[in-house]
């Protein structure tokens, strides 16, 4: 196994390295994307998984991916234990490849992942999976010239500057934008993190490439 990420390592053991508390931003996305039959959802960067179980408990048909093995691994055991099905496996947010459409997609804490040159192309194919009505939600560590980098930041990560990421979504209706700074104690030792983050929702007029579907 090639090791391109710390968190395959964190996620050896089978305490769950994030809690298995569902992230807070999952309400926002249900209020503004609440589950019926058939509604899609993508988790890109999963982690070990508590996210896209809790929203499969929800009544979403879950889609989740993440490139470490042992993430994958949990995921699908969370998924049993708490008696839902969902699609877990690993791939890369460089490369992953999907054609169908969903009706949430988010991703937190991962696009920092994103090499510079596969940016463009991963928001082509966000927007084109993302089915019309449907809410994006993104977050991304942005660089500030006071804040340290993090003790535990991978090789393979990339600061973003500060407002890209918003950049990208220029013509879908926005729900949310911020821009937040909070303390961390992931790695043991304390520090900052500048965080933005965008909840938006994909517009009829820009969906021409989904009405096909
Ligand atoms: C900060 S964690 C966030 C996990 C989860 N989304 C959450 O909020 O609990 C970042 C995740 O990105 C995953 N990751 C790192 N590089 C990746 C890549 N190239 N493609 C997909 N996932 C990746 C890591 O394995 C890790 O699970």
Redesign the pocket.
């Known amino acids: 196994m090639s090791i391109?990420?710390n968190?395959e390592k964190w996620y050896e053991g089978e305490d769950y390295y994030?809690g298995l508390e569902p992230?807070r931003f999952l309400e926002e996305l249900i209020k503004l994307c609440p589950p019926s039959e058939g509604k899609k959802v993508l988790?890109?960067?999963?982690?070990e998984g508590?996210?896209a179980v809790y929203m499969a408990q929800q009544g979403y048909d879950v889609t989740a991916?993440?490139?470490?093995e042992n993430?994958i691994r949990k995921t699908i055991s969370l998924a049993k234990d708490r008696g839902v099905n969902i699609r877990a496996y690993v791939?890369?947010?460089?490369t992953f490849s999907l054609d169908e459409p969903f009706d949430i997609i988010y991703?937190?804490?991962?696009v920092q992942?994103l090499f510079d040159e596969n940016k463009n192309r991963f928001f082509e194919k966000i927007s084109k999976i993302t089915r019309p009505d449907g809410v994006v939600l993104i977050n991304v560590f942005v660089e500030k010239p006071f804040l340290e980098l993090p003790p535990d930041w991978d090789k393979?990560e990339k600061m973003w500057r500060s407002g890209e990421l918003f950049t990208y979504f220029a013509d879908w209706k926005v729900e949310r934008i911020d821009e937040v700074i909070f303390e961390d104690m992931s790695g043991g030792i304390p520090h900052y993190h500048c965080m933005d983050t965008i909840v938006c929702r994909k517009m009829q007029q820009d969906a021409d490439d989904m009405t096909s579907r």
Do not use: A, Q
């Open positions: 391109r990420t968190y994030w992230g988790d890109i960067g999963c982690g508590k996210d991916f993440d490139l470490t993430g791939d890369d947010i460089n991703s937190t804490g991962t992942y393979e």
